[in-house]
């Protein structure tokens, strides 16, 4: 069984949107679990009301409307529980769960809570961590289930991720590189064109850590490795997963794999790096700190002064506030606060 986990905070009309192109995904045995971040705006009361046929999934690019229309059949049985509640999935057959996380654990917080729903229900194999601000192609997953059948020592595998505004142009081919010294990571094919039969060379010998907008990861993986850092809060999060994973399991990539990402629209982020959202800024600069004191203390001083610049650049491009963000996030940091 695949469980397939989205965290949810005040996006319910993406988080519907997704799940109309997850129902029509061409593969059995898989089961949703929608994890949500305490939102103020009643987002699982509007996607139970999705579910029943009362609302109805928009899309705004008219180009991948084909994945989400038309409406998948409605009703939908959902089971509607807390992290709270001990209860087990094993004896219920529900395909969707609508999984009330009680507060705002952040990203990994709210996707360990769909991980521990999963490794109690007994049937788990695979977990897809996807976010809600994504479209999937029909064959999305199944072409992450046989690159991971192919690879037993695969831990993690990712997809080829395209812009949802630009569907021919790649956000990330599986993942992303990272530099220690700057702290900064780059998404593999980055701007880049996309066609199915494009050959971009050797890209899984590549891969430092897998996008976490679409993150496939192997039930062996997080028993052994165990659940998601939630120091971050945000950002971060799949990179200490893979350093705490390295010699254990390789990372893969399943290029027909296609997901169509929003970025960003979950926490107010924007293309455009000098319109982040303060939540975005801080918890970047903040994470990004986290991560070298944990992995390498060495490069503390290079990253520190990386964030250093990134503040500035937005000072001198008259974004005061995300300025301050970025210092504050480093500064909290440095602290351990």
């Given at each position: ?329 480093l500064q909290d940091a440095l602290r351990g606060k």
């Amino acid at each position: 069984m695949v469980y397939i986990i989205l965290v949810n905070w005040n996006g319910w009309k993406d988080t519907i949107e997704c799940l109309e192109s997850v129902l029509r995904l061409r593969c059995t045995g898989f089961r949703v679990l929608v994890c949500d971040n305490a939102s103020e705006d009643g987002s699982l009361d509007r996607i139970a009301e999705w579910a029943d046929g009362g609302r109805v999934a928009t899309c705004a690019n008219p180009e991948l409307n084909h994945l989400t229309a038309p409406p998948v059949p409605k009703p939908i049985a959902f089971l509607r529980t807390s992290s709270r509640e001990a209860i087990s999935l094993a004896d219920k057959q529900e395909k969707l769960v609508l999984i009330q996380v009680g507060a705002n654990l952040g990203y990994a917080g709210a996707n360990n809570v769909g991980l521990r729903f999963a490794l109690e229900a007994g049937d788990f194999e695979y977990a897809w961590l996807l976010n809600n601000d994504t479209v999937v192609d029909p064959e999305a997953l199944s072409a992450l289930l046989e690159r991971m059948r192919q690879c037993p020592d695969a831990g993690m595998c990712g997809s080829t991720v395209l812009y949802y505004d630009r569907p021919s142009t790649i956000q990330a081919l599986g993942g992303s590189i990272y530099n220690p010294w700057t702290g900064r990571g780059g998404h593999i094919g980055l701007g880049k064109n996309w066609a199915p039969h494009t050959r971009f060379g050797p890209i899984e010998n590549h891969i430092k850590y897998v996008l976490g907008a679409s993150m496939f990861v192997r039930r062996q993986f997080i028993e052994k490795i165990g659940l998601m850092n939630e120091a971050y809060f945000l950002y971060y999060e799949e990179i200490d997963w893979a350093v705490r994973a390295r010699g254990k399991f390789s990372f893969r990539y399943a290029p027909l794999s296609i997901v169509y990402h929003k970025e960003g629209s979950s926490i107010g982020t924007a293309v455009d790096r000098s319109r982040r959202s303060l939540l975005s800024d801080y918890y970047a600069a903040r994470s990004c700190m986290l991560f070298a004191k944990r992995y390498y203390p060495l490069a503390c001083p290079t990253v520190a002064m990386a964030l250093a610049a990134r503040g500035l650049f937005r000072l001198v491009m008259g974004n005061f506030v995300c300025a301050r963000a970025v210092i504050r996030g480093l500064q909290d940091a440095l602290r351990g606060k």
